[in-house]
């Protein structure tokens, strides 16, 4: 938990103080009693009234000055605790920003928004109670002690029965609780995944009708989750009525055996109330610590989830690349030389030995079956993943020598699966250039095919976007994301099957303007679509990841046979023969 410490490093001086306002606050605390049994015992008839003001005027001012020491560092450690909680979030954040996909594969979305949201908001809570009873809870249970023992060494050996009980009490609920609070953060974050596919697969789910499936799903989540927190419910719910019967069980034997000491002559009335009041502050001194003791385990649980956050180290190191946009010559230029990949935790290679070289200006596309790795090829491209062996190389520098706000400044990506964000159609296509002008965004939307249908919108570019672009539909966010690309102007242009919701003469006007608007920068696409490729400078055809052909189309459907099926079950053999020569 190295890593989540540290952010209370800032903190430090602000903790100082507030741990010196609660350390006064407590000594005032213990003297009040005190005060209060010296009046008592010299009684209040025969003392004369300025006395009396005077040990009335002593206590006052205690216990403003205590009240005031308890405001101020309650108020100091409520902005130190939010300020650690704003700190932890956002370094969460900023950890997952620098995330490449392998580490997605290692801790699911779901699991990372419950990490910046319950288990920094355990911390925060853990940390405004700890840095006022950390010194609170101490200071007034050996101050409490001490007192007690001065004003009667006899009945001070209650302490010797009391304060085991609760030790032994809190060790026997603590091996029970912590594995539970433990199991709840991991349920959380099943119940948070099962919520957050039902809501964004809701209308998958309407349309194959299976709500009461999506129901069961989320009530076992949610059940198991009942489940645990009940258990953690009836540990608390023994415990809590435990402890104030020892401290009621006390207060009974402070007066009892108080009682029978005055009776004696051995002890003051004062004394024995100045007793009663110091035993209640290192009873409820522990009692702070139980609860404390309830809130830890749970932040532990939480501290060590974020920890794994900050401790995980990204695949895609990006801290000692040197290379800068400025300095590649040449950066349309794409070459792959020997490449081999396999995911985390896969035997079998999903792409083997892949070697091609593309120009500046080419469009070249990539085709092939479905889980050939054609998309994996992009993501290698883009430095999503870094290849197992072999080089990928852009603009003549090795991919791992560009620093990766220079590689994606000069891509401009459109990926299989379009994610819109909410806001605005303008907003979202400046996504990819923010400082582009309402002209250039206009082109880009025109270019896209997608100007038409958004100035027939009440609000034009300025229309809402609901989150994911649910509001439009598939071929609309479709070119909404290629607009995005497009007001980018980058070197190389990446579409994954990015027209695939496009009809056939939205497709061909696209492909036809796009031709012309990306003259001179290098064009990959990944299309299903042969009338998409048809036309490419080169096509490079992948079967289980592997290369089996590439060239021009004429040449792929005389030489390469699983090409010719793939073109001749989409269209005719004619066509085939007389298109892009």
Same mark, same amino acid.
């Given at each position: 938990?190295?890593?989540?410490?540290?952010?209370?490093?800032?903190?430090?001086?602000?903790?100082?103080?507030?741990?010196?306002?609660?350390?006064?606050?407590?000594?005032?605390?213990?003297?009040?009693?005190?005060?209060?049994?010296?009046?008592?015992?010299?009684?209040?008839?025969?003392?004369?009234?300025?006395?009396?003001?005077?040990?009335?005027?002593?206590?006052?001012?205690?216990?403003?000055?205590?009240?005031?020491?308890?405001?101020?560092?309650?108020?100091?450690?409520?902005?130190?605790?939010?300020?650690?909680?704003?700190?932890?979030?956002?370094?969460?954040?900023?950890?997952?920003?620098?995330?490449?996909?392998?580490?997605?594969?290692?801790?699911?979305?779901?699991?990372?928004?419950?990490?910046?949201?319950?288990?920094?908001?355990?911390?925060?809570?853990?940390?405004?109670?700890?840095?006022?009873?950390?010194?609170?809870?101490?200071?007034?249970?050996?101050?409490?002690?001490?007192?007690?023992?001065?004003?009667?060494?006899?009945?001070?050996?209650?302490?010797?029965?009391?304060?085991?009980?609760?030790?032994?009490?809190?060790?026997?609920?603590?091996?029970?609780?912590?594995?539970?609070?433990?199991?709840?953060?991991?349920?959380?974050?099943?119940?948070?995944?099962?919520?957050?596919?039902?809501?964004?697969?809701?209308?998958?789910?309407?349309?194959?009708?299976? &709500?009461?499936?999506?129901?069961?799903? +989320?009530?076992?989540?949610?059940?198991?989750?009942?489940?645990?927190?009940?258990?953690?419910?009836?540990?608390?719910?023994?415990?809590?009525?435990?402890?104030?019967?020892?401290?009621?069980?006390?207060?009974?034997?402070?007066?009892?055996?108080?009682?029978?000491?005055?009776?004696?002559?051995?002890?003051?009335?004062?004394?024995?109330?100045?007793?009663?009041? +110091?035993?209640?502050?290192?009873?409820?001194?522990?009692?702070?610590?139980?609860?404390?003791?309830?809130?830890?385990?749970?932040?532990?649980?939480?501290?060590?989830?974020?920890?794994?956050?900050?401790?995980?180290?990204?695949?895609?190191?990006?801290?000692?690349?040197?290379?800068?946009?400025?300095?590649?010559?040449?950066?349309?230029?794409?070459?792959?030389?020997?490449?081999?990949?396999?995911?985390?935790?896969?035997?079998?290679?999903?792409?083997?030995?892949?070697?091609?070289?593309?120009?500046?200006?080419?469009?070249?596309?990539?085709?092939?079956?479905?889980?050939?790795?054609?998309?994996?090829?992009?993501?290698?491209?883009?430095?999503?993943?870094?290849?197992?062996?072999?080089?990928?190389?852009?603009?003549?520098?090795?991919?791992? &020598?560009?620093?990766?706000?220079?590689?994606?400044?000069?891509?401009?990506?459109?990926?299989?699966?379009?994610?819109?964000?909410?806001?605005?159609?303008?907003?979202?296509?400046? +996504?990819?250039?923010?400082?582009?002008?309402?002209?250039?965004? =206009? =082109?880009?939307?025109?270019?896209?095919?997608?100007?038409?249908?958004?100035?027939?919108?009440?609000?034009?570019?300025?229309?809402?976007?609901?989150?994911?672009?649910?509001? +439009?539909?598939?071929?609309?966010?479709?070119?909404?994301?290629?607009?995005?690309?497009?007001?980018?102007?980058?070197?190389?242009?990446?579409?994954?099957?990015?027209?695939?919701?496009?009809?056939?003469?939205?497709?061909?006007?696209?492909?036809?303007?796009?031709?012309?608007?990306? &003259?001179?920068?290098?064009?990959?696409?990944?299309?299903?679509?042969?009338?998409?490729?048809?036309?490419?400078?080169?096509?490079?055809?992948?079967?289980?990841?592997?290369?089996?052909?590439?060239?021009?189309?004429?040449?792929?459907? =005389?030489?390469?046979?699983?090409?010719?099926?793939?073109?001749?079950?989409?269209?005719? =053999?004619?066509?085939?023969?007389?298109?892009?020569?």
């Amino acid at each position: 938990m190295k890593k989540v410490i540290g952010y209370l490093k800032p903190f430090a001086l602000a903790i100082a103080i507030s741990m010196l306002l609660v350390f006064i606050q407590s000594i005032l605390n213990l003297y009040l009693p005190t005060l209060m049994s010296d009046i008592v015992n010299k009684g209040i008839v025969g003392t004369s009234m300025d006395e009396v003001a005077k040990y009335g005027k002593d206590m006052l001012i205690v216990t403003l000055i205590a009240g005031l020491c308890t405001t101020i560092s309650t108020f100091i450690a409520a902005k130190i605790a939010a300020g650690l909680g704003k700190s932890l979030r956002k370094g969460v954040f900023s950890k997952v920003e620098k995330f490449s996909l392998n580490e997605f594969d290692i801790i699911q979305t779901s699991s990372l928004i419950t990490r910046t949201t319950n288990d920094v908001t355990q911390i925060q809570n853990l940390t405004l109670m700890s840095i006022r009873m950390m010194i609170l809870a101490p200071m007034m249970c050996i101050g409490g002690i001490v007192m007690a023992v001065s004003k009667n060494l006899e009945l001070s050996i209650l302490f010797t029965v009391v304060i085991p009980i609760f030790l032994i009490a809190i060790i026997l609920f603590a091996r029970k609780i912590v594995p539970l609070f433990s199991s709840v953060q991991k349920l959380t974050d099943r119940l948070n995944q099962v919520v957050r596919e039902k809501l964004t697969g809701v209308r998958v789910i309407r349309a194959f009708g299976t &709500e009461e499936y999506e129901r069961n799903r +989320y009530d076992k989540s949610n059940k198991d989750i009942y489940e645990i927190s009940l258990k953690i419910g009836y540990l608390i719910s023994i415990l809590m009525p435990l402890i104030f019967f020892v401290i009621n069980v006390s207060t009974v034997a402070v007066v009892w055996f108080g009682g029978h000491l005055i009776d004696s002559g051995s002890m003051q009335i004062g004394d024995m109330m100045a007793f009663m009041q +110091y035993a209640m502050q290192v009873l409820f001194s522990i009692l702070m610590v139980v609860m404390l003791f309830m809130m830890i385990p749970r932040a532990i649980v939480s501290a060590k989830r974020i920890n794994e956050v900050l401790e995980l180290d990204s695949t895609i190191d990006d801290n000692k690349n040197e290379v800068k946009k400025e300095d590649i010559i040449n950066p349309g230029e794409i070459e792959f030389k020997n490449v081999t990949f396999s995911y985390n935790k896969s035997d079998e290679p999903v792409l083997n030995d892949i070697s091609f070289k593309i120009k500046k200006g080419e469009t070249v596309a990539i085709i092939g079956g479905t889980g050939s790795g054609k998309t994996t090829l992009l993501n290698l491209m883009l430095r999503f993943y870094d290849a197992t062996s072999g080089i990928v190389s852009v603009g003549g520098h090795n991919i791992r &020598e560009i620093s990766l706000n220079s590689l994606r400044n000069m891509i401009g990506y459109v990926p299989q699966k379009i994610n819109l964000f909410s806001g605005t159609i303008a907003e979202n296509i400046r +996504y990819g250039n923010e400082n582009a002008s309402d002209e250039e965004v =206009e =082109e880009a939307a025109k270019v896209a095919q997608a100007y038409d249908f958004i100035a027939s919108l009440e609000n034009g570019f300025d229309s809402t976007v609901a989150q994911g672009g649910t509001n +439009y539909s598939g071929g609309q966010k479709q070119r909404i994301s290629i607009a995005r690309a497009i007001v980018k102007k980058p070197d190389i242009y990446i579409f994954d099957d990015s027209f695939s919701a496009l009809d056939y003469s939205t497709d061909s006007k696209l492909r036809a303007a796009l031709h012309e608007y990306t &003259e001179g920068a290098t064009v990959v696409i990944v299309a299903q679509r042969v009338s998409t490729i048809i036309n490419a400078d080169n096509i490079i055809f992948i079967d289980e990841g592997k290369i089996i052909a590439q060239g021009k189309h004429h040449e792929l459907f =005389e030489t390469c046979e699983a090409y010719k099926e793939i073109v001749v079950s989409q269209i005719t =053999e004619e066509e085939a023969k007389n298109s892009g020569k």
